[in-house]
């Protein structure tokens, strides 16, 4: 198993840029695929980008498509989420999660994943 813990949360401003992380403990990061998704209080929790094992593919959900960009180092068992151009529509609390997976596998489903952080929060004021 895997254990997730995200930083790099905060207060930015509109038009702004952060850079989340996503470390993860325990098994070899590399045979894993990661997400990650936001949630804001009493709304559904929304994926918004998806890296595969080695990184080679990645995806994004409209709403972030050309403004945040997911990476990850398996040297050092952390994925990214460069986050510029903020909005506060982005505000949120922002999950990685992970699941072993196969060469080239990705998901934009939170089914799809079984090991979760504890969120890190982003408020973007206007």
């Known amino acids: 198993q895997v254990r997730l813990a995200e930083s790099g949360g905060g207060l930015a401003q509109a038009g702004e840029s952060l850079t989340l992380s996503c470390v993860a403990s325990?098994?070899?990061?590399?045979?894993?695929?990661v997400g990650w998704f936001r949630q804001v209080p009493g709304e559904e929790r929304e994926w918004i980008a998806a890296?595969?094992?080695?990184?080679?593919?990645?995806t994004y959900a409209n709403s972030v498509t050309g403004r945040f960009t997911i990476s990850r180092d398996n040297a050092k068992n952390t994925v990214y989420l460069q986050m510029s151009s903020l909005k506060p529509e982005d505000t949120a609390v922002y999950y990685c999660?992970?699941?072993?997976?196969?060469?080239?596998?990705?998901?934009?489903?939170?089914?799809?994943?079984?090991?979760w952080g504890q969120g890190t929060q982003v408020t973007v004021s206007s």
């Open positions: 890296i595969t094992r080695s990184g080679a593919s990645t």
């Open positions: 325990g098994d070899t990061f590399s045979s894993y695929a």
């Open positions: 999660a992970a699941v072993k997976a196969e060469v080239g596998w990705l998901t934009a489903s939170r089914f799809g994943y079984y090991y």
